[in-house]
Each structure stands twice: as structure tokens, then as C-alpha cells.
């Protein structure tokens, strides 16, 4: 089954505890992407990768990193988590080609203490 | 930037029509109009797109004015689960970051 995963799909933790949320994609995706989604303010992409080695920062890329060293994996790190990154956070993919779509994980939802 | 104006929420009943419109007064002409849906706190569900030609799949219709300044996107028969915050997104087809939500509409569908 085509998909995108995410793990863990809940986690709380401590301030200052570094953390790695995975994803994986199995579509054989050039692009990924990562947003996260607090009330009132929607969805905002917090890094993405056009491809293997390629990352850039979306628009609030503060306090995490992201890498890409494989296609199918892209994951989310957050070496010293505050409680501003409490939030739901999701993967995505797509071809990286004109007018994919982009299909996203289940969500992972964190809670930093 | 979300580029699109939806109304905050609306009612439908089950079983009947739900038109949900977007206002994108400022679209490119390369902009390709999306939208997604999210059922409660699930991953966003890619529904429909296009550019200016109505579109038609096994979810939904959309509809584009010819101006293309605004949108509707048809559930043709709504169920209770439709129910769930609809995005309408502009995105240039080439520029995959640029990928903006919005608020969005919560549409609920009422027995």
C-alpha cells in the first residue's frame, strides 16, 4: 500500500531532550516536506527536500533540522525541544514533477514539557 | 501567505449537495487551484485540482469561474463522513514549497 509513515505518532517529552520524529514514504517520492499545525494557525512547512542531499527551510524552520540521505526517509530533529514546539506535526510527499499532489502522513503529536 | 479567502464554516445536510466556495482574486495565471481535506486531526486528504477547465473526479467537482478570480468545490451527495475542514490552496506548478493552507472551512454534514 502506497503511504507515508510517521513515528512516533505520540510523544511527550522534556525540555531539552533531543528528539527525531521519522518518515517514510514508499512511493518512491522526490519531495518531502514537513509542517507543523497549531490552532488558529494552520498548517505552516517548517523544512522540505526537493531530493536526496537537497533541503531547504520553509517558513518557521526555527529549532529543528531535517535531513536527507536517503529518498525514502526524511527526518525531523529537534536537538533541544521547548514547549513553543508542542504541536501536530506532519510529513508529506509527492513527485517532483507539475501539478502532483502531495500526500501526507498520519501526524505526530507532541507534547514538550 | 495563504492567497485564499473560505468561509469559516458551513452546514450541509446529509445526502444533499455541499458547494464550499474560495475567493483567489489575486491567482497567477500559472497557479493551479487544490484542495485538500482533513478529517479531525488526520493527515490532510488531497480531494481535487485544476487549473481553469472544470474537473470532475470520484470525490468531487470543481468548479472555476472563467475569470478565475474564485472556486467551488462540489460533494454531490454529502455524508456525515464529509464532515471536516476544506482547504482550497493556489500553488504555482512548479514551485512545490509554495504550498500554503489557510484557515480553511469546516463543513459539517447534519443528519
Known amino acids: 500500500e502506497a503511504q507515508v509513515t510517521q513515528n512516533p505518532r505520540y510523544l511527550i517529552t522534556v525540555t531539552g531532550k533531543k528528539l527525531t520524529v521519522t518518515c517514510s514514504q514508499n512511493m518512491n517520492h522526490e519531495y518531502m516536506s514537513w509542517y507543523r499545525q497549531d490552532p488558529g494557525l494552520g498548517l505552516r512547512q517548517i523544512y522540505y527536500s526537493m531530493n536526496v542531499e537537497v533541503t531547504d527551510k520553509g517558513d518557521v524552520p526555527e529549532g529543528y533540522k531535517v535531513s536527507r540521505k536517503e529518498k525514502r526517509n526524511f527526518p525531523l530533529i529537534l536537538e533541544s525541544p521547548s514547549p513553543n514546539q508542542t504541536s501536530l506535526y506532519f510529513c508529506?510527499?509527492?513527485?517532483?514533477?507539475?501539478?502532483?499532489?502531495?500526500?501526507f502522513g498520519p501526524g505526530t503529536r507532541l507534547l514538550v514539557l | 501567505d495563504a492567497k485564499t479567502t473560505q468561509p469559516p464554516s458551513m452546514d450541509c445536510a446529509e445526502g444533499r449537495a455541499a458547494n464550499l466556495p474560495c475567493n483567489h482574486s489575486t491567482i497567477s495565471g500559472n497557479e493551479y487551484v487544490y484542495w485538500y481535506r482533513q478529517i479531525h486531526s488526520q493527515g490532510p486528504q488531497y480531494i481535487i485540482h485544476?487549473?481553469?477547465n472544470n474537473e470532475t473526479n470520484e470525490m468531487a467537482s470543481l468548479i472555476i469561474t472563467e475569470d478565475r478570480k474564485s472556486s467551488t468545490l462540489i460533494l454531490p451527495h454529502a455524508t456525515l463522513r464529509d464532515t471536516a475542514v476544506y482547504y482550497c490552496i493556489v500553488r504555482v506548478s512548479y514551485n512545490f514549497n509554495k504550498f500554503y493552507f489557510g484557515s480553511g472551512t469546516k463543513l459539517n454534514v447534519k443528519p
Open positions: 508529506a510527499s509527492s513527485f517532483n514533477r507539475d501539478r502532483e499532489t502531495q500526500y
Open positions: 485544476g487549473l481553469k
